[in-house]
């Protein structure tokens, strides 16, 4: 179980096959993200059809509502959400830290009043681990602390607690059903990253997440840390970009080694009406879609696509149906998570390298807000 | 087209095969009502799924936005929705009636301002027959005015203008791929509705609905009128009872001689959490639910139940995520839309009418708010 296979290597881009309880996950892999047990406006069997593999859900979230207990009460999550392919979990760290009403960090762990009624909570390690346990994710993640990108003192302190907290993680964690990943931190700062990947590699870690990128950090720097810390890592274990990202973070991504990307960015676009396309993010708000015949994306094979015009969807945007953020939502995450199997396959032909500059030209545009 | 062939009478009920454009109608048939060309939270496809084969829209909302025109431009209704089963379109009557903002009624017509941006507009009969010529639908309402049902005087100038805005919108109609029904009005006073339905089958309509009920009158009222009209109505003409209902309000009824019914309510209630069952309606917020293991209504087929726990609904609902709408929403839609189709089965084996007390006994709690 765990095993993670490279097939073939392009540059720094990795095709694998990472094995989990719950099936194979051909890497590079896009995890549409499950919040509270749910990608929001689709069913489990429209996120299968979309050509979903991977979902991750969160720790803070579940542990607060409905509760983990319950979750392995019901079965796991898995049984609970009825998503019968592989999961992923995060430790609670990064949103305890960015989400919860007051906070107080000590070597020992954080205490936190939830966002949800203000109770009183306290996440160490060893209760990360527990919750994660309890929800029997296929990959769960060591807790970590991620810092301001732009206080060097605070990423050296919160990188040193990342580090002991691994170990405590390692130590605490009993599922062998279960792979566990370390979290590389250090902000922006190259050394950091380098001493932080290498502290992490050492590990009996069974993936390497990258933590603390993608949160207001420019995409020159975090390109930088990704290539640093690559030749840092193990080759043979899977690397996870937490929380990225846009179309362009994707192949900028893979072609710098990465194998698993998550990010909310589908579903929360699409619940703004905006959707991804080869001409840039559309609006689908925009009058110029009103009496539009064509799909969102000509050439999109997702259901939204194959079914429904541009005039449909805007209807439905404008007459603020909640139907509009499911076929935008199914739009969207099929837009990502076949992007990712194409460069796959172009990894397999050896041909991605040669074509990051068609790629980014095709979606560059994506990363921006829409201009229509 | 729109032969009507009746396959099975038992009692007053009728098992028939209505003929239409876009495939035939086993009736009786409930339809789910997509108000703005969307049965709201759910997609074609899932409509399909859960067995629905009629779909109502509505004229009034449909010709303020996105407009009829547009919509006809589109390709028509079938084609802007992609429902490529029967629809049925009401004449705008009822909601300008109900919704607009003011209106002034002459024997002509109605002057009404949008509830959207408060514009003003005339609907007319022609004009009614005129945009739902446009929409396209299979089955189309003449123009009628629906009366307050406990004004007399009111019903009975609001039964004159129905009738003669009957023969307008005869006149005005064209399109022959498109079924038009008259409307017979009344309120529950059984002399007008008798003299209103003698009316109306006297003209050349192709069906006949039955308006100005379930709008606040008791079920004994609505009862009486539909059983001293039966003898009144063509027999070989199927009847719709539009805005009818609760489950029990379909067993009463198909066992009156109605064919064809419409509601809100089960999407309605979706969007409250609430669920029909044979225990009655459920509540799905209840905290009895946060680890109930069960379906919502053990032995259904609909999806929602085949694949989900109670203790799963009731999370979405209290995390207030949206699929919890779509899902109580394709379990209510599936329970309405099979139990007519049990019914149609009972009415060919000539079991209905003795089974109609052990149908009402077994949802009749379903007509009363959730009690849990």
Known sequence: MFEFDIKAKNGLARAGIFHTPHGVL??????????????????????????ASLVLSNTYHLYLRPGDKLIAKMGGLHAFMQWHHPILTDSGGYQVFSLANTRKIDADGVIFKSHIDGSTHRFTPEKSIQIQENLGADII???????????SEYIQLAMQRTHDWAERSLKAHTREDQALFGIVQGGVDLEMRVGSAD????????????????????????HRVLEIINSHLPENKPRYL??????????????????????????RLARHHSAFSKQGRLNMMNATFASDPLPIDDGCHCYTCQTFTRAYIRHLVVAKEMLAGTLLSIHNLHALVELVKEIREMILAGIFEENVPMLLDRWGNNANREKQ
């Open 199 to 222: 502290f992490i590699s050492s590990l009996p870690f069974l993936g390497i997440a990258i933590g603390g990128l993608s949160v207001g950090e420019t995409k020159k720097d975090m």
């Open 26 to 51: 051909n890497t590079p892999v896009f995890a549409p993200v499950g919040t509270q047990a749910t990608v929001k406006t689709v069913t489990p069997d429209q996120l299968s059809e979309l050509g």
């Open 242 to 267: 937490m929380g990225v990202g846009t179309p362009e973070d994707l192949i900028n991504g893979i072609s710098r080694g990465i194998d698993i990307f998550d990010c909310v960015l589908p579903t």
């Open 141 to 151: 993640m060591a807790f970590d602390e991620c810092a301001d990108p732009n206080n």
